[in-house]
């Protein structure tokens, strides 16, 4: 029996000494466990080295996808079909039937052969002569690191770093271009103030200074292909009536250079965009569908690389670029921050602020898939970012029609509006306005009405008192019920004095019986 053996190095094939040891496979890593007893099971027939880095990444590759390389078909007809009554033990059964079809050898694998290729390789550096260990490794080394890139499709094309570097440098030419145009403007206003209110547009105003120069040269310069006639018209009309200093010609000739940089910035800006436009399309397309070229751009340079990107869960894409407020929200016991560098994408913008939060997790939900297909795909296609985003916008529009079928007050039909009809209404003019004395709270009303009714009450009592002859006539022809009342009323008159005047004797008996004690 045969066996094939694949290393960094190359190709071995081994001759098995001893066949029916591979029968106690319980027992066979003890003959592996020193180089002489290994030397007695198998016996190296042939090593086929490998030329360059290239020839083993391509025979390593061929054997991940099953399939037999160049060198490994040369090995098998120069050596194995020489024994072709002979099996060959192979390590992996798809590679079995491949080598079964084409070159018609016997191949075997089982938990055998298993073991007998684990001894093997624990006894490597013995069995294959001429080999040495450091070598061994180094070429393992880098053959696993030629494999990785291969199996990422790591290539000049997939190079991130072109655009981290490219969307910093957007930024800072951005943050340029406002300090040089404000400059630009703020320099050219002592001469010419009225031009700034008029052209707002920085590269229009910049071409428009550096094509007049000094003030009094607007009348005879043609502005027709920098701004529209309106504007143009505007402009000579300030010049005109304009408040401005008067400069000398070495201050204008400062200027008119200033003016030249801000529009070289500006067409390099451009450029760059188109730059990092196409870049993103190359190496990230499903992404920059999702959430734009500049918003995918500022993600991959948050992250380091688009591999480290793919690596992060949906929760953090969503929030990346908001760091300082998490942890500050997470210090202060606060609500974390909904979305970070994902808030200026489109979907998000053009929602209402009550559903932004909504929208930024699903967007980032999506796109975290997107990143991973475009960082460890095979292929490059859009299908995916283009099918998110349609999804992403279906339920985008769900939301919204969903806000306005809540003010109707019904799950199913949209808001109806009622027909505008107007109801006129006649009003009687009200008299009280026009009063102008202070209003008299009701608590004083009421104390108000109590107060004559008291005083009633007393004056019927004293008058009744010297007439009481005079009523007891009237009593006596009047009817019944008047007399009852008059007759309680009487006597509770007449018992309160009595009352009183037997407290009063029964008061002097008492001091009289203290005296008499005292004095005997």
């Not at 031009?195 to 007049?212: H, P, R």
């Not at 500049?294 to 929030?319: C, D, E, F, M, Y």
Request: proline share 3%; charged share 35%.
């Amino acid at each position: 029996m045969l066996v094939l053996f694949e290393t960094a190095a190359g190709y071995a094939i081994f001759k098995v000494l001893d066949e029916k040891k591979l029968q106690e496979v319980d027992s066979l890593w003890k003959q592996f466990e020193t180089p002489e007893k290994a030397n007695k099971i198998v016996k190296l027939k042939h090593f086929e080295k490998f030329q360059d880095t290239t020839e083993a990444l391509a025979a390593a590759t061929a054997l991940v996808e099953g399939k037999i390389g160049k060198s490994l078909k040369k090995v098998l007809k120069k050596v194995v079909a020489k024994e072709a009554h002979e099996q060959l033990a192979i390590s992996d059964a798809k590679l079995g039937g491949v080598i079964k079809d084409k070159l018609n050898l016997s191949c075997v694998h089982n938990t055998a052969i298993a073991e007998l290729m684990r001894g093997i390789r624990n006894q490597m550096e013995s069995l294959i002569t001429g080999l040495p260990p450091r070598e061994i490794s180094a070429m393992s080394l880098g053959l696993a690191h030629s494999l990785s890139r291969y199996k990422l499709k790591f290539s000049p094309d997939k190079v991130d770093t072109m655009i981290v570097q490219a969307i910093s440098l957007l930024d800072d030419l951005d943050k340029e271009l406002n300090n040089y145009i404000m400059r630009c403007r703020e320099w050219y206003g002592w001469h010419f103030p009225e031009i700034g209110k008029i052209i707002t547009d920085n590269l229009a105003y910049c071409k428009s200074v550096k094509k007049i120069g000094v003030r009094t040269n607007v009348a005879t310069t043609d502005l027709s292909d920098i701004l529209p006639e309106e504007v143009e018209g505007e402009v000579k009309t300030a010049a005109e009536i304009s408040m401005g200093t008067e400069v000398s010609e070495e201050d204008i000739g400062n200027i008119l250079h200033l003016c030249d940089q801000v529009i070289e910035i500006s067409e390099y800006r451009a450029q760059l965009y188109d730059y990092l436009k196409n870049r993103m399309m190359a190496i990230a397309p499903n992404l920059t569908i999702m959430v734009g070229e500049l918003v995918g751009a500022r993600l991959i340079a948050h992250a380091g690389s688009l591999l480290n990107l793919a690596k992060h869960p949906a929760s953090t894409v969503q929030i990346l670029g908001a760091e300082k407020a998490l942890f500050r929200a997470l210090k202060t016991k606060k609500d974390t921050p909904k979305y970070g560098l994902i808030y200026h994408a489109s979907l998000v913008g053009q929602t209402t602020p009550k559903n932004k939060g909504k929208i930024s997790r699903m967007l980032a939900a999506k796109a975290s898939l997107a990143i991973r297909y475009d960082a460890l795909g095979e292929d490059t296609n859009t299908d995916l970012g283009v099918e998110s985003r349609a999804k992403l916008e279906v339920r985008l529009r769900h939301l919204e029609e969903k806000g306005i079928r809540r003010i109707s007050g019904t799950g199913k039909a949209m808001a109806k509006t009622e027909k505008y009809q107007h109801k006129s209404e006649v009003k009687t003019y009200d008299p009280s306005g026009d009063s102008t004395l202070p209003s008299v709270s009701k608590k004083r009303k009421l104390e108000e009405a109590e107060e004559p009714t008291e005083v009633k009450v007393k004056k019927m009592k004293k008058e009744r008192m010297p007439e009481e002859a005079v009523e007891e006539e009237e009593e006596a022809a009047a009817e019944e019920p008047p007399k009852k009342k008059k007759k309680k009323h009487e006597p509770a008159e007449e018992e309160e004095p009595a009352a009183v005047e037997e407290t009063s004797e029964k008061k002097k008996k008492k001091k009289k019986k203290a005296k008499e004690e005292e004095d005997e």
